[in-house]
């Protein structure tokens, strides 16, 4: 540390050297004897090393700069998902704006240091040489050095810097200029057709020295919803939730709603509730693209003192919202997964919208669920935690069951709409009557052209991706696989536009004219994904307007939300598309689903295969009926006798947490039991599986008490040209597999940087 400088308090920013860089960290604590941990042991030969500790250059903040309850989340989640605390960083800091971004937006010139910039600094200030830099040079550099994320050059001339002051320090170096937006109201790009009202402009110095004024207040949510009328049951919910937040205690309640039933009308009432009592919200949603109705409704009820935080976001407007949030000018935040860790303070209410979801959870390190995050940041916070849902996941209707959790339900929908009435067809008697090349049951297609007619709207569901799956040979029965991935190339698009690409890696190549392996020529496509769909819905329904939604045809930033507009707007008749068509979206007009396929997920190896496609099954029937008219599903299977697929049909919860808990107990997962995943990564299949069974043997050692599954190869054995071995390791003790995992870890730390560790895994390919 710099002499005379104070320790930094915990969440100050530091500028410390990291290697031959300087870098901005963030101070997670203090007084602690210096340590060397595996992580840092570790050094490109595998052989250990003693670590010096370098002294901090900078002190940055005063204060804590993250408040320091968040930097404790961010700790306990990285000692609960056996992580590096480096790793949760990124998810505590605003983005630093990068340059580069030319849009239609009002640009401003920012100035920021760099580490040469840094060194130049110190060296002025320890030599008062005169070759160095100017005063006037020196001036500029140390503003800059307070504030790593830059100033405006307009700012920086207010303050006296003249262009060509900054010119020549960043000819030399010592500074970087980019362009960053000023205009940063992610509003104003219209969620779901909101337009804000206002469009700030931020001032750059502000967010670094925190000298901000208040923006506007508005809205009184109570006045401008009340014109509607609470349904019986979404008043006796709101209720109980109501006196657990008036608690002002750690509380989970699930809220267990049919779609449809009016869940987030009850996350604004007690929003606005908790608000009045001077606390704040922090509302989760699994992706707020596909769940419009949150962000543009919480925006209504409650105009600017809400942010939203998602990855959609442009890192300029990430920065902004992360600032209001953190200078206090903001009530509720409205973020995906990791605005768990949003700098809001007086956390009274945590809402984790579709908590069942997938998007929850994080696929790289550290692999948290922003769902568990946030039950622990409330139990920190002594607040009350919502998880909505009409499908829970098993561990939380089980949480529910036990008592663990308060469990509120919604079984009507609003205005006593009913729910869709499902059919399933059996696609074994449709190859059988329309041949075996049928994608599209007869009834699905009278019934979308039923709904042309009445100018109703339809989706059709197929959770796969491309035109065809597969390219397999008639002669040698061989298929077209990735060079790097243990999986076949998908087919997209059609004629000359025909590629063949790997879902995992992106290789693509085009489809050869014939076998690469017995060179026969008769190639053959197999298996079907949303791209045919789409195909055939517009051969079996000429003049229909047809569109696609899924992962390929979102590509280009803010098609999704102009899709979904369009939608809206019915502007398209018929939307194809994969589990994103499923996800909370609110289309009155939408009176058909159709499911194409609804087994593709069941042939998976994975035990919450049964689990996720009840889920999906559940959720896409309930994207139907919403408004007036009453919906309708149709659910096309070879397999019409599995339980997921009956009771999905019969949107029966309940009857489908006892029939899978009877497999989750008597296979013993979760939640009956703790789980973790570790995969060995290694260049040879038998390298991978050594190091595999090494792990297993050093698990075993330090607790024979730990069941082990495994080695084995990982359902997913090869990925990006590594080949991958798998152990999962189940226990009813989180705690000691992780204990045991990591003193395995520890013993052949040079395998560390190879073992990806998945603490309650969500999906275990
Ligand atoms: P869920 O999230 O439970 O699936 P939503 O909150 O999206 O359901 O509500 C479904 C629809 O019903 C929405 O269009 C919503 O505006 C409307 N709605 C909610 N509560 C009421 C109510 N009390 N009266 C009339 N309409 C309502
Ligand atoms: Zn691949």
Request: glycine share 8%; charged share 25%; hydrophobic share 40%.
């Amino acid at each position: 540390m710099p002499e005379g400088v104070a320790a930094p308090s915990v969440g100050a920013r530091v500028v410390v050297p990291l290697g031959t860089r300087v870098v901005t960290g963030i101070v997670v604590e203090t007084n602690v004897e210096p340590r060397t941990s595996n992580r840092e042991r570790r050094t490109p030969n595998d052989e250990p090393r003693t670590t010096t500790v370098k002294p901090i250059r900078e002190v940055l903040d005063a204060g804590a700069f993250v408040p320091p309850d968040v930097v404790a989340l961010a700790r306990w989640t990285a000692e609960y998902y056996a992580a590096g605390v480096g790793d949760t960083i990124p998810a505590l800091l605003p983005p630093m704006a990068r340059g580069g971004r030319a849009d239609a937006h009002k640009t401003t010139r920012m100035a920021a240091i760099t580490a040469a910039g840094l060194e130049a600094l110190d060296v002025a200030r320890a030599s008062q040489a005169r070759d160095a830099i100017t005063p006037k040079q020196r001036e500029a550099l140390e503003l800059l050095a307070g504030t790593p994320t830059g100033i405006g050059t307009a700012a920086l001339a207010a303050l006296g810097i003249a262009a060509d002051a900054i010119s020549r320090l960043a000819k030399r170096g010592y500074i970087s200029l980019r362009q960053d937006r000023v205009d940063r109201d992610p509003f104003v790009e219209g969620v779901n057709g909101l337009r804000g009202k206002t469009s700030e402009t931020v001032d750059p110095l502000a967010g670094a020295v925190g000298l901000r004024g208040q923006t506007s207040e508005v809205s009184n949510t109570m006045l401008t919803r009340g014109d509607r009328q609470l349904t019986g049951e979404q008043i006796d919910a709101l209720a109980r939730l109501r006196k657990l937040a008036d608690t002002r205690a750690f509380h989970v309640a699930l809220l267990h709603g049919v779609t449809g039933s009016g869940k987030t009308e009850i996350y604004i009432r007690l929003s606005t509730a908790i608000r009045d009592a001077g606390r704040r919200v922090l509302m989760l949603v699994p992706e707020i693209a596909l769940t419009p109705a949150a962000a543009s409704l919480f925006r209504q009820a409650f105009g600017e003192r809400v942010a939203i935080q998602h990855s959609g976001l442009s890192d300029g407007e990430r920065h902004d919202q992360w600032q209001r949030i953190r200078r206090g000018d903001i009530d509720i935040v409205v973020g995906t997964r990791s605005a768990v860790f949003a700098p809001l303070e007086d956390v009274g209410l945590i809402v984790v919208d579709e908590e069942h979801d997938g998007s929850y959870k994080q696929e790289e390190s550290p692999r948290y669920n922003g769902r568990d995050v946030a039950i622990v940041r409330a139990q920190r916070a002594g607040a009350l935690v919502v998880l909505g849902s009409a499908t829970p996941s098993m561990e939380s209707y089980h949480n529910a069951m036990t008592g663990k959790y308060e469990r509120i339900v919604l079984e009507r929908r609003v205005l006593d709409r009913p729910l869709a009435a499902v059919s399933v067809v059996d696609m074994r008697e449709e190859y059988a009557a329309e041949g075996p090349d049928v994608i599209l049951s007869r009834a699905l297609r009278e019934g979308i052209q039923a709904r042309l007619e009445r100018k109703e709207q339809s989706l059709v569901l197929l959770n796969r991706r491309g035109f065809a799956t597969a390219v397999f040979c008639r002669q040698c029965a061989g298929t077209i696989d990735c060079p790097n991935c243990s999986v076949s190339l998908v087919v997209h698009g059609e004629g000359n536009a025909r590629r063949a690409r790997c879902h995992y890696c992106n290789f693509t190549s085009r489809v050869p004219p014939a076998c690469p392996l017995c060179a026969g020529p008769y190639l053959e496509q197999a298996g079907f994904g949303t791209e045919r769909v789409e195909a055939e819905v517009k051969r079996a329904c000429p003049g229909a307007r047809v569109a696609r939604l899924d992962r390929d045809a979102i590509r280009k930033r803010g098609s999704l939300v102009s899709l979904l507009s369009r939608f809206r707007d019915g502007a398209i008749d018929v939307l194809v598309g994969t589990q994103m068509i499923a996800k909370g979206h609110d289309f009155p007009r939408v009176t058909l689903v159709g499911v194409v396929s609804a087994d593709v997920g069941l042939g998976l190896a994975d035990f919450r295969a049964s689990e996720r496609t009840f889920q999906l099954l559940t959720q896409v029937a309930g994207r139907a009926g919403r408004g007036e008219q009453p919906g309708e599903a149709i659910v096309q299977t070879l397999y019409p006798d599995h339980y997921s697929i009956q009771l999905a049909c019969r949107q029966d919860f309940p009857a489908f947490y006892e029939r899978e808990m009877l497999f989750r107990r008597a296979m013993r997962y979760p939640p009956m039991i703790s789980l973790v995943n570790a995969v060995v990564r290694s260049r040879t299949f038998a390298g991978a599986m050594d190091d595999a069974a090494d792990i297993v043997e050093q698990v075993r050692r330090s607790d024979p008490s730990l069941r082990i599954l495994g080695p084995a190869p990982a359902p997913l054995g090869k990925l990006r040209g590594e080949y991958r071995a798998q152990l999962l390791i189940k226990g009813m003790n989180r705690k000691k597999i992780r204990e045991a995992l990591q003193a395995a870890l520890a013993a052949r730390p040079e395998l560390q940087r190879r073992v990806v560790v998945d603490v309650d895994p969500l999906s275990v390919l």
